[in-house]
């Protein structure tokens, strides 16, 4: 493919922004002329003309714009001409349309027959076909109907696993981050960079920087790269407004690509992984470390419909960890509450209790969450990851908080805790990590406190 100029793809990417004025204006003209013959009113035909015109020219504007950002050849080509072509269509019988209303074409009939209303609703299902084109480029081709209740394609459902060795590496640990985090971006109708994770095959071809990965160097391999990025360079991968992977995440992609050596049909007890891979592993499958199904953990029912939507469009970033298996990563961005809004703080939390048996990982860094907020953790029996970095939490918050049980990592950075919050840790009867950097507690704290206590907890600094 030929290199595009910048200054095309830069004016390119105006289009998502341009295309929505098209579909108001002719919407809104063929509104206007219902609703004129309905009341039989004249002034309201007038302005009809206008509106048909400012539609017809926006979508003009919208059908080169998005000419110039199909040239990236970030997109799958045949969506894109139907899309292109719907767009043009619509352009040509939106003029046809103005013409027609503003007289600029003599014909009676057309003027005040049943062929000018004809061609009015033509415009609005050809504006309505090239919309839902458009958002199957943009969010892939199941987009629309991914949450059918009926009529879905039925999809091979991952066979669920009772132990960490019986796991795909891929199957059940890569790809279900890789349909999370990357590939709203990299899917069959739209693959920036001509990358797409949809399928094996489409990981194996690569991008137009060349392979996605190096089998057995993750060093060398451009997904890693990408992911390690500072956040701020033009290359960082997810893009910004996106969520990033983890650490977690990172380290389970390169030890797939280290250890695995990159190959889709390695199973988990192949391949030799160190106690903190097989832990992350683990609490992604909702499986103990040791292998054993957790019993708990593998028989959680499903929660409503309506308290997981509920999460969401209140600003919560909701995931499955595995396929079917209803345990969830819940993740409420960074600065999502202000610090003024703690009765909207209240209610946020409070939606998270109908999941309180669904959730294992939770992140609710930097939201100013005080020690008073902590009791909505009771109950949640299968919690094991929980973050609450750089929230003013202090040691009185965490003397009162609730037991859980199966509580394996703890991140407290950036919290006003001191060395008296170590001696309450013991109540996580589970808990393996514990990360504290930027408090209140020391290295001698750290060195005093795993001195006087047999433990295997370990305190990051």
């Known amino acids: 493919m030929n290199e595009v100029s910048d200054i095309i793809l830069f004016f390119g990417r105006f289009h998502p922004l341009v295309v929505h004025l098209p579909i108001g204006f002719l919407f809104f003209a063929f509104i206007l002329e219902v609703f004129a013959r309905w009341k039989k009113n004249d002034t309201i ?5 206008l509106a048909l015109l400012l ?20 997109y799958e080509e045949g969506a894109l001409d139907t899309h292109f072509w719907f767009g043009v269509i619509t352009t040509i019988i939106a003029f046809l349309a103005w013409l027609i209303s503003a007289g600029k074409l003599k014909i009676k009939a057309l003027k005040q027959g049943k062929p000018y209303m ?7 299902i050809l504006l309505s076909v090239t919309g839902h084109y458009g958002g199957n480029l943009t969010h892939g081709s199941d987009y629309l109907t991914a949450y059918m209740p009926f009529g879905k394609e039925k999809k091979e459902d991952l066979v669920a696993v009772t132990s960490l060795e019986e796991a795909v590496v891929f199957d059940h640990l890569v790809n ?44 060398k391999s451009e997904m890693i790269r990408r992911v390690l990025l500072d956040t701020h360079d033009k290359e960082f991968m997810p893009p910004e407004g996106k969520t990033p992977l983890t650490k977690e995440e990172i380290a389970i992609v390169e030890h797939w690509i280290e250890v695995a050596q990159g190959d889709f ?86 939606l998270l209790q109908p999941l309180k048996n669904n959730i294992v990982w939770l992140s609710v860094g930097g939201n100013h969450i005080t020690d008073n907020e902590l009791k909505v953790f009771k109950g949640f029996e299968n919690l094991q990851l929980l973050k609450l970095e750089r929230n003013p939490i202090t040691d009185k918050g965490i003397s009162s908080f609730p037991e859980l049980k199966n509580l394996t990592s703890l991140n407290l950075f950036g919290t006003e805790i001191t060395k008296s919050s170590l001696t309450q840790l013991d109540k ?31 305190v990051n600094l």
């Not at 994770?197 to 990981?203: G, M, P």
């Not at 996580?428 to 950097?437: D, E, I, R, T």
């Open 45 to 49: 035909t007038a302005a009809v003309p």
């Open 55 to 74: 539609g017809a020219l926006s979508a003009l504007v919208a059908c080169i714009l998005g000419y110039m950002l199909s040239l990236s050849g970030d």
């Open 118 to 124: 004809a061609t009015l609703t033509l415009i609005v």
């Open 176 to 219: 279900p981050i890789l349909q999370n985090k990357c590939a709203s971006c990299h899917n069959e109708s739209k693959k920036k960079g001509q990358l797409s994770f949809a399928s094996k095959e489409a990981i194996l071809k690569g991008g137009k920087t060349g392979a996605t990965f190096v089998a057995g160097d993750a060093s």
């Open 265 to 350: 049909e390695t199973k988990f007890g192949a391949i030799e992984s160190n106690e903190e891979i097989k832990e992350n592993a683990a609490i992604m499958l909702g499986l103990d470390a040791n292998s054993k199904a957790s019993a708990a953990l593998a028989n959680v029912p499903a929660p409503a419909e309506k308290d997981v939507k509920a999460l969401i469009d209140a600003g919560f970033k909701v995931r499955e960890l595995v396929a079917e298996s209803n345990l969830f990563d819940v993740i409420l961005p960074t600065g999502k509450i202000k610090k003024e809004n703690s009765e909207e703080l209240s209610s946020k939390l409070a």
């Open 428 to 458: 996580f009867p589970k808990l393996k990590k514990v990360y504290v950097w930027n408090t209140g507690i020391t290295k001698e704290d750290v060195m005093a406190y795993e001195a006087a206590n047999d433990t295997d907890i370990t």
